[in-house]
Each structure stands twice: as structure tokens, then as C-alpha cells.
T-cell receptor
């Protein structure tokens, strides 16, 4: 059974204070690891897909990295508009096409 | 505009009264899925569909049914809703299971 654990559950940062969110996963063969952003009351919005260890992707102040056991979402000099819940999900090689999500990290960036 | 639509957005119903939540996408995606989101439990996949007439169970399929008769539509059916199905439901679509998913705006369901 695929498992995803995200930490911390919640994170409060000052504007400009860089940090990282963690996503630890257990899968029987990784087909893809996904990062989404979710604003309150809205559907998740896609950020990145990572497929193999060592891969990195960037978008504005966000950078996602992947190892064989975990992924990090680095946030550089965050702004208040980066406040959201960040979700990590994995697609494994179990023969099914079920996406398993972590419980998310709620990020609050104060001005 | 590329989008996933869900209806209704809000629904309050009573135990045992059959209901359907519709989901439609205009991106010609093959993969569609339904999730429920509950506080402390996160997003959990209910059912997914790889293509027309091809559906399969996710992690929490009990009490739900789906059908995929057309590529663009993927309705979620609750034959006999119960209070433990009170939740926020999301429909999503993507080109394949391994590509980025586009989520709908959500349906907040309350079963009394």
C-alpha cells in the first residue's frame, strides 16, 4: 500500500523567510510524485510532477526536489500570497492507477 | 476555457435519498477520478476511470457508484447516502493517470 507523510502539518513564516516542506513516501515503484497547492474552499491546483530521484523543478519562488524516499518543496522569500495548503501525492507501480495524497502542509506567510 | 465543472456545488440531503453529483470536463481527458476530502484525513480517491466504460475502485469506494458512458462526463452516484458520507467532493481529470490533474471547484455534501 502506497503511503505519503507530509511535515510539518502547519508552518508559519514571515514574509521573506525561506523554508522547506517535506513529503516522505513509500511506494512499490514510483510512477510520479505530484505537488499541488490548495486555497481554502477551492480545488487543488497543480504545481509540479517529479518522476525520478535527482529531478528538480522550479516555478517562481517554489522549487521541488526528489530523492528515493522523499520530496522537498523549497519556498524562497515567500510572500503572503503563497499562503495555502500544499499537497503531495504519489502514483505507484502497484498495477492500479490510484493516486495517494498526503494530508498536506498548511502554510501561512505573514507580512 | 479548459475546466472541470461539478454540480451541484452545495447539497443538503437526508439519509437514504439517492443523489447524483455530475462532473464534466472539456479537455478531452481520458483519466477522470473522484475524491473526498475530510478534515484530518486529507484527499482520498473514491473511484477512477481510465477511459469510457473503464472504471475502477480507489481507496474508499464503499457506498458510491460511478459510470463513464461518455468521455467528458463522470457522475458520482450515492444510492443510499448516510451521514458518514458528509464531505467535500472533488472531481478531477487528466490526460493519463501519470499526468497533472485538473480539479473541479468541489461539491460540499451534507447528509442529515
Amino acid at each position: 500500500e502506497d503511503q505519503v507523510t507530509q511535515s510539518p502539518e502547519a508552518l508559519r513564516l514571515q514574509e521573506g523567510e525561506s523554508s522547506s516542506l517535506n513529503c516522505s513516501y513509500t511506494v512499490s515503484g514510483l510512477r510520479g510524485l505530484f505537488w499541488y497547492r490548495q486555497d481554502p474552499g477551492k480545488g487543488p491546483e497543480f504545481l509540479f510532477t517529479l518522476y525520478s530521484a535527482g529531478e528538480e523543478k522550479e516555478k517562481e519562488r517554489l522549487k521541488a526536489t526528489l530523492t528515493k524516499k522523499e520530496s522537498f518543496l523549497h519556498i524562497t522569500a515567500p510572500k503572503p500570497e503563497d499562503s495555502a495548503t500544499y499537497l503531495c501525492a504519489v502514483l505507484g507501480n502497484s498495477g492500479y492507477s490510484t493516486l495517494t495524497f498526503g494530508k498536506g502542509t498548511m502554510l501561512l506567510v505573514s507580512p | 476555457e479548459a475546466q472541470v465543472t461539478q454540480n451541484p456545488r452545495y447539497l443538503i440531503t437526508v439519509t437514504g435519498k439517492k443523489l447524483t453529483v455530475t462532473c464534466s470536463q472539456n479537455m478531452n481527458h481520458e483519466y477522470m477520478s473522484w475524491y473526498r476530502q475530510d478534515p484530518g484525513l486529507g484527499l482520498r480517491q473514491i473511484y477512477y476511470s481510465m477511459n469510457v466504460e473503464v472504471t475502477d475502485k480507489g481507496d474508499v469506494p464503499e457506498g458510491y457508484k460511478v459510470s463513464r458512458k461518455e468521455k467528458r462526463n463522470f457522475p458520482l452516484i450515492l444510492e443510499s447516502p448516510s451521514p458518514n458520507q458528509t464531505s467535500l467532493y472533488f472531481c478531477a481529470s487528466s490526460l493519463t493517470a501519470g499526468s497533472e490533474q485538473f480539479f473541479g471547484p468541489g461539491t460540499r455534501l451534507t447528509v442529515l
